[in-house]
């Protein structure tokens, strides 16, 4: 067991921190205010080689590990945190299930621009009536000649606003064998997009509506039975969401120690009260072993794909790391971290989020105490259940 990066992996790690620092530092402030995708970092990321990064080289990716790509994520969002959602969204999010997924015509129309940063992709899953029961999504998709004729409504999707096409999940038929997804065009007829709506971490999102719009059979990513398979590759876009969370975790503690060595009140640095000490101890302990199981995942993922226990422990663990990390780091600012001057109070709206997008918390306790029952426990009450099987 050997818990140091290897020589490859620091020369990787110092040359995207160096890249950062000369291109994202000076409008790192700006960026995070602004709500909508930046497409101008995606293609600089993307002329770097940090777009597709775990996408294989016949793809047009990199063809490097996971790993590599946290490490992106790390070096990048320690100098603009806002910029590592476009690595998120290049090696991590549903880019990867398209890219697993998709029919060759299907890359050969869409991952050279997404990959180059052209174009943005959003996921569309959580319903209105469908969010932690995600397989409980109604938004279906009825074979009509060499058409798919979708009808249903998606919320929160990420970069909604900005996305040029949309991974959604939808019901071919009854029951979990059921489900699959589509790939929808922004300016397919039937289908159109909400008015933006804002999180408290700024970024917007629209509602998907869809009315009878009719996807052709071309546009089929995953067919009945699906679902298992996008499953797989969401434990992916699991641990981008990790990597961010400690991210910005450990960027807001780093400015607050920062702040703690350099401000002084009743005549001396703040460090040197044992309040604030014991403070940034624990900081250091969360973070310290939120990165040790965010790694084990990233580094045990077969094929590139991580097991759902080590994920669900690693997304648990960064989530609540990053977001205490931020709320402390703000805590040991005063006024000053609670206010927009730095990116401390973004880094912990932020990390907020996470604890609740691509399975919250909750959910994540849920499946790690099946691990350690070793049995299954359905949420759903037994009637529900009955009927499900039907
Ligand atoms: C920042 C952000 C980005 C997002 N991006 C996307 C996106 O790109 N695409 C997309 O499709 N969706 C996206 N979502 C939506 C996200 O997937 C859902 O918010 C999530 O699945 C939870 O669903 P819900 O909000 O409906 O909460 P609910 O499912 O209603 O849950 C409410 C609360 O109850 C808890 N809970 C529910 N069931 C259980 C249970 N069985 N046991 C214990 N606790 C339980 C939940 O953990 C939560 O705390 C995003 C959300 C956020 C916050």
Known sequence: MNFEFTDEQKLFAESVHRFALAHLEKDALKRAHASRYPFDVAKLLSAQGLMGITIPEADGGIGGTLMDAVIAIEQIAAVCPRSSDV???GNFGPI??????ATPAQKARWLPKLLAGDMVMSLGMTEPDAGSAVTDLVTSAKADGQNYVINGTKVFSTFSPDA???????RYRPGLGGIGSVIVERDMPGFTIGVPSSFM????WCELHFDNCRVPAENVLLGPGGFKKQMGSFNVER???S?????FGRYAYNVAREHALTREQFGRPLCEFQGLQWKFAEMAIKLEAAQLLLYRAAVNADRGVPSAYETAVAKAACNQTGFEVASESVQVMGATGYSRETLVEYCMRRCRGWMIAGGSIEMLKNRIAEHVFDRRFDQRPPKAKAQAAE
């Not at 971490?201 to 917007?204: H, L, P």
């Open 87 to 89: 690595v998120q969204f």
């Open 96 to 101: 990867r299930t398209f890219a697993e997924y």
């Open 164 to 170: 040029a096409i949309f991974l959604v999940y939808v």
């Open 201 to 204: 971490s700024g970024e917007q």
């Open 239 to 241: 641990l981008g969401n």
């Open 243 to 247: 990597a961010r969370s400690l991210a």
